[in-house]
């Protein structure tokens, strides 16, 4: 959908809050097909995060896989709090650039990146470092706490979430890259791939009164990102989501990626030392049909760059 | 000097100090550093009158300066420091396009003035600021471009970041400022009374009812450099009449009242036989005996008032309105106040509060110390990135009337800033730094598990804990896998973070303010975590 229309249809539903209509219902889009030669999840460790992500993308087939020429990409980081990225509060910079870096090598048109942030919201996108990596990589960073730039879709599949107000570049972007940041969390247990997903949304505040873990999971069936890309160079393994220092961290130089949403959620899970069963949001997602927490049913590609 | 030159100068400062503010208040991104607030709000008078009780001479020295300044030159502030002062200039201005200008000379209301002003820095020993803050110049500007230039500029903004974004940008529109409708009311009537005064006489507000211009009047008496009309060359043309903002130039009597003069210099090359000029008082003549008729009566009145008597009158009284605040302890150390846990989790349904006292931001110390000191300015409102700052109407009763309060409705103290405290004019809230303002404990946070969303529902939330900056908030194993909310009280910093995003109403987790704020301990004192061990290099 284009953004003036976007912008007119919002408007002539002013009262009634802007909608975005079911045809952008986009349940799957670029879902690899099934006899695909590459990997469902690849797991690599031991290096700094732009080579481990080299090293990933590439074992999946490349950017160009998931990036055509003159597309629009969204990549969507953690960017939730006003911390440096030591803190591992946010997702790493460089990873940031780096995959901005390939998608415009691949040809994207723009890539945007934005978060509805928890912290005032000019200094997270500042001390995160995330906002001079894009524009060092040549991405636009874009504000996701004015309301104005979002608008509601309806969730059908959803079972406690049935609408959501969401920022419009997830509506018109042409792929959506999930990259989270790997911590743990007080509420939803672990906030992974499905959970950075809240950043897109309005109304943080219904999910947490509407059952979390359900929520959590209902979102992605009305878009799954393209890829999931979760940091794990530097872990926030204790006080997550925001941690109060950087002994709440622990560099684990790791990372995974997977277009399924779930496996990849699974597979960090486990990288903390903490069960799936723990974890309701996974459950409900597998029963949506979004993914499998069966990882020995995937095709895994386990890569280690360097032992130190 | 000429006339022009002092002019410019004047309006060069005049300009830097108000167009300086406005940009400082209006700012929607905090664009600039607080320094510049600094610099701008140093000089201003009642606020660095107020900042003489905090350390030492170094806090005294903006005062000083004041005063220093007006003895060499007399009101030279109140024409190029005060925004107030320069405000009422353009509204003069404006009143007077089109009309001839009737300025006659005029008397003054010097006794007024001096009542006046002496009630109001009485008042400040037994009430505090209140009375200080409602006729402070500069609050008075501040309270103007906090609850109606900045709503204003803000929708002004938003509509030209709506229009770009229809074009295609991507533009984020600014909050709505903190706004309250008895601060507005009270600001409206205060403008309206000095925008009346400023259109039909000129600078009638600074000379009548100004208790800086009170203070700074008796000094001028006594200035270096007045402006001083030159009886011989003297037509009583009445050039110099239209120009004078504050009718003190009486032609008939070739004199000028230095006491009320504002040091506009707009007088100065009005003169066809340049009979007026700023000069030291050793190139004044004293004056001669003179054919012309003896001073009015009324003259007489009003030099004595301008007596010695009057003088130490009012200083006696200026320095008597710091005491309260050389009296007041500074904040408070020590653990916060254990909160008694209810039995099980949290506290018992019965304890919730049906409403709390008002909650004073960091680095005011105490909420008594806090009442003492802020004249209400709206600066800190202006600069919040979060709008936890609201003004408050009787929340503080009538000692804090109109001063911001903490409220966890509109939104949370961010962790990471220190602004407010930064930019306050008066050192109503200390200037501490940031890794100080961190441990600054506000109140207490206490968790009602009967209003809780996990307690309720059975469904996972946790709100409270993701937000909590210093894991005061932590969840707990509670049943069925599910977590709940704990406190640690001294962690807490009752920043707010956790009350204003419980996602449930009433909230389940609210802070309760302290009268005197506490100090948290470290919350980064745990040791480091450990990286999952692993045998293999993948769990899976």
């Known amino acids: 959908m284009k953004r003036r229309q976007f912008v007119r249809q919002s408007l002539a539903c002013l009262l009634a809050g802007p909608a975005l209509g079911n045809s952008l219902l986009k349940a799957e889009s670029k879902a690899p097909a099934?006899?695909?030669?590459?990997?469902?999840?690849?797991?690599?460790?031991?290096?700094?995060?732009?080579?481990?992500?080299?090293?990933?993308?590439?074992?999946?087939?490349?950017?160009?896989?998931?990036?055509?020429?003159?597309?629009?990409?969204v990549v969507k980081p953690n960017i939730g709090w006003d911390a440096p990225p030591e803190q591992a509060a946010n997702t790493n910079p460089a990873l940031v650039r780096r995959i901005i870096e390939h998608c415009l090598e691949a040809g994207a048109r723009r890539v945007y990146v934005f978060d509805h942030t928890c912290d005032p919201w000019r200094k997270a996108y500042r001390n995160s470092g995330i906002q001079e990596a894009t524009r060092d990589a040549g991405g636009k960073m874009v504000p996701g706490n004015d309301s104005g730039h979002y608008g509601k879709i309806d969730i059908p599949k959803g079972r406690s979430l049935k609408s959501a107000e969401i920022h419009e570049l997830i509506a018109e972007c042409d792929v959506l890259l999930n990259v989270p940041v790997l911590k743990n969390h007080g509420g939803a247990v672990v906030s992974l791939a499905m959970k950075n997903l809240m950043g897109v949304v309005w109304d943080r505040g219904w999910w947490h009164r509407n059952d979390l873990h359900q929520c959590i999971a209902d979102f992605p069936t009305w878009r799954k990102p393209d890829l999931n890309i979760i940091d794990g160079y530097r872990a926030l393994l204790r006080n997550g989501p925001q941690g109060?220092?950087?002994?709440?961290?622990?560099?684990?130089?790791?990372?995974?990626?997977?277009?399924?949403?779930?496996?990849?959620?699974?597979?960090?899970?486990?990288?903390?030392?903490?069960?799936?069963?723990?974890?309701?949001?996974?459950?409900?997602?597998?029963?949506?049909?979004?993914?499998?927490?069966?990882?020995?049913?995937?095709?895994?590609?386990?890569?280690?760059?360097s032992k130190s | 000097m000429r006339g022009s030159y002092l002019r410019m100068i004047r309006i060069a400062v005049s300009s830097f100090f108000f167009l300086g503010l406005l940009v400082v208040f209006l700012d929607p991104v905090q664009f600039l550093p607080a320094a510049f607030a600094d610099v701008l709000t140093w000089p201003q008078f009642i606020?660095?009158?107020?900042?003489?009780?905090?350390?030492?001479?170094?806090?005294?020295?903006?005062?000083?300066?004041?005063?220093?300044?007006?003895?060499?030159?007399?009101?030279?502030?109140?024409?190029?420091?005060?925004?107030?002062?320069?405000?009422?200039?353009?509204?003069?201005?404006?009143?007077?396009?089109?009309?001839?200008?009737?300025?006659?000379?005029?008397?003054?209301?010097?006794?007024?003035?001096?009542?006046?002003?002496?009630?109001v820095f009485l008042s400040a020993v037994v009430l505090g600021t209140t009375a200080l803050g409602w006729l402070d110049p500069y609050s008075i500007f501040g309270r103007f471009a906090a609850f109606?230039?900045?709503?204003?500029?803000?929708?002004?903004?938003?509509?030209?970041?709506?229009?770009?974004?229809?074009?295609?940008?991507?533009?984020?529109?600014?909050?709505?400022?903190?706004?309250?409708?008895?601060?507005?009311?009270?600001?409206?009537?205060?403008?309206?009374?000095?925008?009346?005064?400023?259109?039909?006489?000129?600078?009638?507000?600074?000379?009548?009812?100004?208790?800086?211009?009170?203070?700074?009047?008796?000094?001028?008496?006594?200035?270096?450099?007045?402006?001083?009309?030159?009886?011989?060359?003297?037509?009583?043309?009445?050039?110099?009449?239209?120009?004078?903002?504050?009718?003190?130039?009486?032609?008939?009597?070739?004199?000028?009242?230095?006491?009320?003069?504002?040091?506009?210099?707009?007088?100065?090359?009005?003169?066809?036989?340049?009979?007026?000029?700023?000069?030291?008082?050793?190139?004044?003549?004293?004056?001669?005996?003179?054919?012309?008729?003896?001073?009015?009566?009324?003259?007489?009145?009003?030099?004595?008032?301008?007596?010695?008597?009057?003088?130490?009158?009012?200083?006696?009284?200026?320095?008597?309105?710091?005491?309260?605040?050389?009296?007041?302890?500074?904040?408070?150390?020590?653990?916060?106040?254990?909160?008694?846990?209810?039995?099980?989790?949290?506290?018992?349904?019965?304890?919730?509060?049906?409403?709390?006292?008002?909650?004073?931001?960091?680095?005011?110390?105490?909420?008594?110390?806090?009442?003492d000191r802020c004249t209400a300015c709206g600066l800190c409102l202006s600069q919040c990135p979060t709008g936890v700052l609201q003004p408050a109407f009787l929340n503080y009763g009538l000692s804090g009337l109109f001063q911001p309060h903490m409220d966890f409705h509109a939104g949370s103290c961010a962790y990471e800033c220190n602004r407010c405290l930064e930019v306050c004019p008066t050192s109503a809230l200390q200037p501490i730094p940031l890794a100080e303002k961190k441990r600054v404990q506000l109140g207490i946070a206490e968790f009602y598990k009967h209003l809780c969303i996990v307690h309720e529902e059975h469904t996972a939330c946790g709100a409270c804990a993701e937000h909590c900056p210093t894991a005061a908030v932590k969840m707990i194993p509670w049943r069925n896998g599910l977590t709940m909310p704990v406190v640690e009280p001294d962690l807490c910093i009752g920043c707010g973070a956790c009350e204003h995003t419980c996602p449930t109403s009433p909230r389940a987790i609210i802070v309760r303010p302290h009268q005197m704020h506490q100090t948290a301990i470290d919350p980064a004192s745990e040791p480091a975590v450990q990286a999952p061990a692993a045998e293999e290099d993948f769990p899976f």
């Open chain 2, 47 to 119: 606020p660095a009158l107020l900042r003489i009780s905090g350390a030492g001479l170094l806090a005294a020295s903006a005062f000083l300066a004041v005063v220093l300044l007006t003895l060499l030159f007399a009101r030279v502030y109140c024409s190029s420091i005060c925004p107030l002062g320069t405000y009422q200039d353009i509204v003069a201005r404006m009143a007077r396009r089109g009309r001839r200008p009737h300025h006659k000379e005029h008397p003054g209301f010097p006794r007024t003035h001096f009542v006046i002003t002496a009630l």
């Open chain 1, 244 to 305: 109060v220092s950087v002994k709440d961290t622990a560099v684990l130089r790791q990372m995974v990626l997977s277009t399924d949403i779930v496996a990849a959620d699974t597979a960090a899970t486990l990288l903390q030392d903490k069960k799936v069963r723990e974890v309701p949001f996974l459950s409900h997602a597998r029963d949506l049909g979004l993914g499998t927490t069966r990882l020995r049913d995937l095709r895994i590609e386990r890569i280690v760059l």
């Open chain 2, 148 to 371: 109606a230039l900045k709503p204003l500029s803000t929708v002004l903004h938003n509509s030209g970041v709506f229009l770009l974004n229809a074009a295609g940008a991507r533009f984020a529109a600014a909050p709505m400022p903190p706004w309250a409708v008895p601060s507005f009311l009270f600001m409206a009537a205060t403008m309206a009374v000095v925008t009346a005064m400023a259109a039909t006489r000129g600078r009638l507000f600074c000379n009548t009812i100004c208790p800086v211009g009170g203070a700074l009047r008796i000094l001028a008496r006594f200035s270096v450099f007045r402006i001083h009309l030159d009886p011989s060359a003297c037509t009583a043309c009445t050039r110099c009449h239209r120009t004078c903002k504050a009718q003190c130039i009486d032609a008939r009597n070739h004199s000028v009242d230095t006491s009320r003069c504002v040091a506009c210099f707009n007088c100065l090359d009005s003169c066809p036989r340049n009979g007026i000029a700023f000069l030291p008082f050793w190139k004044i003549p004293s004056p001669a005996p003179s054919s012309k008729a003896p001073p009015q009566p009324e003259k007489r009145v009003e030099t004595r008032l301008g007596s010695r008597r009057s003088f130490f009158a009012t200083t006696a009284a200026m320095f008597t309105a710091s005491l309260p605040v050389f009296a007041q302890q500074g904040r408070g150390q020590g653990r916060g106040a254990g909160q008694g846990r209810g039995q099980g989790w949290g506290q018992p349904a019965e304890s919730y509060p049906a409403s709390l006292p008002p909650l004073a931001p960091p680095g005011a110390g105490s909420t008594q110390r806090f009442n």
């Open chain 1, 34 to 73: 099934e006899d695909s030669p590459f990997p469902d999840l690849v797991a690599v460790k031991g290096g700094q995060p732009a080579a481990l992500f080299d090293r990933g993308i590439s074992t999946l087939g490349g950017m160009s896989r998931f990036v055509s020429k003159g597309q629009t990409v």
